[in-house]
């Protein structure tokens, strides 16, 4: 039934188009000429086909352009190689067809770097330049092209200093913009309808690949070259988008996020992360005091936990004014306080949900901002 169905419809679609064309009737009369169809009577007479007219009331994206990845090209001499910060802001708009037609877009380049060389001096400037483009009304979101490598460190420092609730969404991409089937174009378009949707608002900075929507306390790169790299392994991605939607799994969070003031200036006050292995001794902690640390972040083993050597030069370090947290390396989990570790004897804070990269950046802005107080360290870690 179902095939004759088809067959049914096929044979009155091709009648259709012989009709339009001007076939002979069944009487043998030739037919009227057919009128002609909208789309035909909006040719130009250049005989090219015009566009439809852009919408007047799309949102406002602006496209800050950092290089990475994405702005990539290979390296002829390589099979995998290439170099990253090639193409400019406004080479990755007009890779993406029809991007102009989700936003009214504005592209400004920032740097062109690989995310290798992210630094404070331009996170200080992305910083300075999204507060400014919100408090100037200029945007309604800002979409930010990134390497993937850094991007969670840059995304999270970015929702602890943009005070707006205007989103901001980070973009990258695991191939180069040259690369067979690269994965730039599409992100960018996905980040560009994340940015322009109402429901964005309210939840801080975002990172948008591979279709998936994640926040910037949780995102983390787990697989070098995969383009499904990111995940967030705490809470899970709070987002999808396809080409006719974005969806979001929850309503924005209620409460104010913590935030900051842009620090005045380069470089931030200096936090070192201890990655703690077998056999470790307090070496690398010692090395990081003799060099100026003013914080130490501990990319623990399991729970947060070290070799007893590295856990006493800790704790003297936090005796004597260093600010020290406990993270852990395994990737996801919370650091429990006060449990492997007696947080409260050592000095030492917590990171619990937080990566050691991550608790490096929100320790560097608590120092800038006189935060040092052990308490109060551990609450704005909650808190985050």
């Known amino acids: 039934m179902a095939r004759k169905t088809i067959l049914r419809v096929a044979g009155l679609a091709a009648c259709s188009a012989i009709l339009v064309a001007g076939c002979a009737s069944d009487s043998g009369d030739p037919a009227p000429a057919a009128a002609p169809s909208s789309a035909a009577a909006t040719q130009p007479t250049d005989g090219k086909t015009s566009e ?31 170099t990253a910060g090639q193409a400019t802001a406004q080479d990755l ?22 995310s ?40 999270f420092f970015l929702d602890h200093v943009v005070a707006s609730d205007k989103p901001v969404v980070l973009v990258g991409s695991m191939r180069p913009s ?4 690269a994965d730039g174009p599409a992100n960018l378009r996905s980040a560009v309808q994340v940015a322009a949707v109402p429901e964005a608002r309210g939840r801080g ?43 979001f799994s929850g309503p924005a969070a209620q409460q104010p996020r ?74 996801s989990g919370s650091v429990v306080r006060n449990a492997e570790l007696n947080d409260d004897q050592l000095g030492t804070v917590s990171a619990l949900g937080l990566n050691p990269a991550k608790s490096r950046i929100l320790l560097q802005l608590l ?7 052990p308490a109060k360290v551990q609450q704005n870690f909650a808190d985050s």
């Open 258 to 331: 913590l935030t900051f003031p842009v620090p005045g200036k380069s470089p931030l006050p200096r936090v070192d992360i201890v990655y703690s292995h077998a056999g470790m001794d307090a070496t690398q902690v010692n090395d990081s005091l003799g060099h100026g640390a003013q914080g130490i972040v501990l990319a623990g083993v399991g729970d947060g936990n070290t070799a007893k050597p590295v856990v006493d030069a800790l704790s003297g370090a936090a005796k004597k004014g260093v600010l020290v947290v406990r993270s852990s390396r395994v990737g």
């Open 116 to 155: 290798q060389d992210m630094n404070d001096e331009v996170w200080l400037a992305l910083a300075t330049k999204i507060n400014q483009i919100f408090a100037d009304d200029k945007a309604d979101g800002v979409v930010v092209t990134h390497g993937t490598d850094t991007i969670e460190e840059t995304a």
């Open 93 to 114: 708009i007009d890779a993406v067809p029809g991007l102009d037609k989700i936003a009214k877009l504005d592209a400004v380049q920032v740097s062109n770097i690989g």
């Open 205 to 247: 900075t975002m990172v948008v690949l591979n279709d998936t929507i994640h926040a910037a306390d949780d995102v983390t790169k787990t697989n070098t070259t995969s383009v499904q790299t990111f995940a967030s392994p705490n809470r899970g991605p709070i987002g999808h988008v396809d080409a006719a939607a974005v969806q």
């Open 52 to 82: 439809a007219p852009v919408p007047a009331n799309l949102p406002r994206i602006t496209i800050l352009a950092t290089g990475g990845t994405i702005a990539g090209k290979a390296n002829a001499n390589s099979a995998v190689g290439y």
């Open 178 to 181: 040259t690369a067979l089937s």
């Open 367 to 373: 120092l800038v901002n006189g935060i040092t107080d």
